[in-house]
Every structure is written in C-alpha cells, then in structure tokens.
C-alpha cells in the first residue's frame, strides 16, 4: 500500500501567520490527494480534493498544491477557528491511506 | 441533505462480538462507496476498508484484513463493521464515510465510541 508522510507533525502558530502542511506518497498520485479538517471530539471534514480543489464551504485562505509524491497545504492567513488537526489522505489507489496528521496549536 | 447516521456508543468485554450501523440519508446509497475509519484515542485517523453496496465489493487495509467484516444492506441504506471477537486494543471511535467511486471521502458519520474493557 502507499504510504504517507505528513510533515511536521505539529507547529505553534499565531492568529494571521501563514501555515504549510506537507505531505510526500510513497509513490505517484497522479493528485488524487485530499486534505481534511479534525476538531476536537469532531467528525473530520473535507477541505480539499484532486490536491487543489476546495470543497464547497471552505475559506479561500486554504489552497492546496504538489504534484508527483510531494503535496502542500496552505493556509495564508491562520484564523482561530483553524486550530485543529490536519490530515492528508490518497486515493490514488484503492486500499486508501491517510497522513500521520498535523496539529496546529496556537503560539 | 446528505447524512451518515452512525450506531450509539457500545460497552464490551474481550471475546464479546460487536456490530455497529451507519446509515445513509439523502442520496443514492447504492451509488457510493462507504468507507470505516478507525481512531484510537488521542492518535491520527487509519483507514480500514470500504464496500460498494451497488454489489457488495468489499476492499480491506492489509492492517485490518481477517480483523473485521464490512457488509452492507442496500435494502435499508446501512453499512456495517462488526467483530467476532473483540480485543481491548480495538477501543477506539469509529467513523463511517461516504466516497466517490474511487475517490476522497466527502461526507462522515458522527463516530461510534466502542470501548473494550474487563
């Protein structure tokens, strides 16, 4: 299966700071990458598929990018409400795996 | 509106058997995949299977192959993960999710709590 690598796996950051998430496949997906919002003692949530593409909802501030095995989530201007745990995920194949996850704390 | 329903948290001893419910809402149930996650506490998000309740064609993670079954019944819109045996390491919650053909998850349910204690 594929594997994936999600970097850091934390990060303090403060109210307006601009945040990257990387995460690298163990092999080509061809984009078949989504990104997904964790809250506290909540369900996760879709932000992003096919690497750059923002589900219906979501703030503009997040963009995704990569191509190949490397992926970049960014959020250019952190909000409060955006402290949460950021998981990256490929569907490129179809035993699906995710990221190890990203906690963003506040600073 | 589209809804995943998820079973009420479960209370089991080791050995016990367990099956848990998710039940799909407000599109086409036969025309989805519905995916299991597993997250134990305090640590990320692991991807165990799916099932395609069109046909029942069933794909498991190799961590999770012989571990669990995934099944579904079209007939009611409800996908099911069940356990023969449970073991304390399978304390965890668990979420269902809704996927395009062979594509990303864009709707969850909202978790099932299963805790395995003596």
């Known amino acids: 299966d594929i594997q994936m690598t999600q970097s850091p796996s934390s990060l303090s950051a403060s109210v307006g700071d601009r945040v990257t998430i990387t995460c690298r496949a163990s092999?080509?997906?061809?984009?078949?990458l989504a990104w997904y919002q964790q809250k506290p003692g909540k369900a996760p949530k879709l932000l992003l598929y096919?690497?750059?593409r923002l589900e219906s909802g979501v703030p503009s501030r997040f963009s995704g990018s990569g191509s190949g095995t490397d992926y970049t989530l960014t959020i250019s201007s952190l909000q409060p409400e955006d402290f949460a745990t950021y998981y990256c995920?490929?569907?490129?194949?179809?035993?699906?795996?995710f990221g190890g996850g990203t906690k963003v704390e506040i600073k | 509106e589209v809804q995943l329903v998820q079973s009420g948290a479960e209370v089991k001893k080791p050995g016990e058997s367990l099956k848990i419910s998710c039940k799909g809402s407000?599109?086409?149930?036969?025309?989805?995949?519905i995916g299991w996650v597993r997250q134990m506490p305090g640590k990320g998000l692991e991807w165990m299977g799916i099932?395609?309740?069109?046909?029942?064609?069933?794909r498991y993670s190799p961590s999770f192959q012989g571990q669990v079954t995934i099944s579904a019944d079209k007939s009611i819109s409800t996908a099911y993960l069940q356990w023969s045996s449970l073991k304390a390491s399978d304390t965890a919650m668990y979420y269902c999710?809704?996927?395009?053909?062979?594509?990303?998850?864009?709707?969850w349910g909202q978790g099932t709590l299963v805790t395995v204690s003596s």
């Open positions: 999710v809704r996927h395009k053909p062979y594509s990303y998850g864009d709707y």
């Open positions: 407000g599109y086409s149930f036969t025309s989805y995949w």
């Open positions: 099932i395609y309740p069109g046909d029942s064609d069933t």
């Open positions: 092999q080509g997906i061809s984009n078949s």
């Open positions: 096919a690497a750059s």
């Open positions: 995920q490929q569907y490129y194949s179809t035993l699906l795996t």
